[in-house]
């Protein structure tokens, strides 16, 4: 298959399944759209569904590529995290199939799609995982488990998202942000006075 007419069909199926979920997405409607034979579709795919997860393939690495790219023009280590968490929602707000499969209960239909879900969460670990060795060997963060740390902090965000990014503005996501990177740089009890004291 011509790459073009590949990019076109993954193209009008990203958006119809976002608009219109897997279920009620049809494979005639797609290569209508697409302006391709339905039976292109089947030779190069087999099945809605392999268009579907190739779909959340996609979206999974180009939310990937982009976090990874904010995080790579930030310096320090505390810049890098923050980059993560901004960049994650900034991109995950487009990754609209991901977010829907969490609204829609796909991965009962389609456990494929969990798998892919769950390969996003790893990819994201890994990144926080490779700011948080960085900071550790500059001293920066402290602590005695770095990959139990990043899972925490991917989990804390990960327990945020359907909600952030379906009910609250971006300004209301960038205020929570803020407030969750100064209690994770500063935790929430103040020290005491005697710790102060020299």
Do not use: C
């Not at 958006?15 to 030779?43: C, H, P, W």
């Not at 268009?51 to 904010?70: A, G, T």
Request: aromatic share 8%; net charge negative; hydrophobic share 40%.
């Amino acid at each position: 298959m011509k790459p073009e007419k590949l990019e076109s069909i993954l193209d009008t199926a990203k958006k119809m399944f976002a608009r219109y979920g897997l279920q009620k997405t049809s494979l005639d409607e797609v290569a209508r759209m697409a302006r391709v034979a339905k039976a292109t579709i089947y030779n190069y795919f087999g099945s809605k569904d392999s268009v579907y997860l190739e779909v959340l393939r996609r979206e999974m690495d180009e939310v990937v590529e982009k976090i990874s790219s904010s995080v790579a023009q930030a310096s320090l280590p505390e810049d890098k995290l923050i980059a993560f968490a901004r960049a994650k929602f900034q991109y995950m707000r487009q990754a609209i199939n991901i977010l829907n499969l969490d609204r829609e209960g796909i991965e009962k239909l389609l456990p494929s799609a969990e798998n892919i879900r769950n390969e996003l969460f790893e990819r994201e670990v890994n990144i926080i995982l490779s700011i948080l060795n960085e900071g550790v060997e500059k001293g920066i963060v402290h602590t005695n488990n770095t990959l139990l740390t990043a899972r925490a902090i991917a989990h804390g965000l990960r327990g945020f998202e359907l909600n952030w990014l379906v009910q609250e503005s971006e300004e209301q996501i960038e205020g929570y942000l803020d407030e969750l990177m100064s209690i994770l740089f500063h935790g929430l009890m103040a020290e005491k006075k005697g710790n102060n004291e020299t």
